[in-house]
């Protein structure tokens, strides 16, 4: 394990006992791809693969590239120096909707000196996005969604300001995180992370010009209706993410995800397209280039 790269941050297991094996690696994938989302700072309970092996794992099935994306600003520090020191990870930085309020709870000069910081971080050429930012809902009551819409706004700003694509979390908020961007302006490129809409919602998003970025989430028992959203998005607006250690795709759900498990991904995303897996894996390798800049 890296002495200067430890995790940052422990995920919550919420009370669930759960498995925190890692799953087996599935077969490489036809044409590499890019992880666009991944938490590669946050451990599992006592389970962690530190950069180094996370990384080689993701290689020997395909997975070249990754996006660390920093949550918080431990995080988001923790992201630049990863992204410093390995050539493929990229860094995109934010405070996530959920850390807006805590933060403005404790002072609002709080708030906006982090987000200070992170227009600062954004800057670093090897910080190639603004995110995750935008709207929870779930874990969010009421009382801190003027916090969450201040901090997105301004996340939306720093976009802008550094001419960087911007990284949308929305959990329970698709209609008021599209007013938000529509009052604002969205910057040159916007992406979904972790796409949770219907056929309706992706419509609006692909109209928009957005990139749907597609998790483990697509493969579950229960999201026809996701799936029914990817076949009506285009192969150019489509990206794969694992947002590790979360999200696990199917048949492993539950269990810590990491990069090397996005081939379980994208073959479900090939058969719900109708399309082969080196045609998918093709497009989104462009697409992330594209969206990200090279490696």
């Not at 940052?8 to 498995?19: F, L, S």
């Not at 890019?34 to 950069?51: F, M, P």
């Not at 609006?204 to 028992?221: N, P, Q, Y």
Request: aromatic residues 6%; negative net charge; proline residues 6%.
């Amino acid at each position: 394990m890296s002495e200067d790269l430890q995790p940052v941050r422990e995920r919550r297991n919420e009370g669930r006992t759960r498995d925190t094996s890692y799953p087996p690696a599935p077969e490489p994938l036809a044409v590499a791809v890019a992880d666009s989302h991944c938490h590669l700072d946050i451990r599992d309970g006592d389970t962690w693969l530190d950069v180094t092996e996370a990384l080689s794992a993701a290689a020997a099935v395909g997975i070249d590239r990754v996006v660390q994306i920093g949550c918080d600003l431990p995080s988001a520090r923790w992201s630049v120096e990863a992204a410093k020191s390995h050539p493929s990870v990229l860094a995109a930085v934010a405070l996530h909707p959920n850390e807006a309020p805590r933060l403005a709870a404790e002072s609002a000069d709080q708030l906006d000196a982090a987000l200070a910081e992170i227009a600062e971080l954004a800057m670093h050429e090897r910080v190639r996005a603004v995110g995750e930012t935008g709207l929870d809902y779930f874990r969010t009551d009421e009382s801190g969604r003027a916090a969450q819409h201040h901090s997105f706004k301004q996340h939306i700003a720093i976009a802008k300001q550094v001419n960087k694509p911007l990284v949308i979390h929305d959990r329970d908020a698709h209609d008021d995180v599209l007013a938000i961007v529509d009052e604002v302006g969205a910057p040159h490129t916007v992406v979904m992370h972790c796409f949770s809409g219907d056929v309706n919602f992706a419509h609006e998003c692909i109209d928009r010009g957005f990139m749907l970025s597609f998790a483990g989430t697509v493969t579950f028992k229960n999201a026809d209706s996701l799936r029914e959203a990817l076949a009506v998005t285009p192969l150019t607006n489509i990206l794969v993410e694992t947002d590790a250690p979360f999200l696990t795709p199917a048949p492993f759900r539950g269990r810590p995800n990491a990069s090397y498990l996005i081939p379980n991904t994208v073959r479900v995303m090939a058969q719900t397209l109708d399309c082969s897996e080196a045609e998918l894996c093709a497009a989104i390798s462009a697409n992330s280039e594209r969206v990200f800049g090279p490696w």
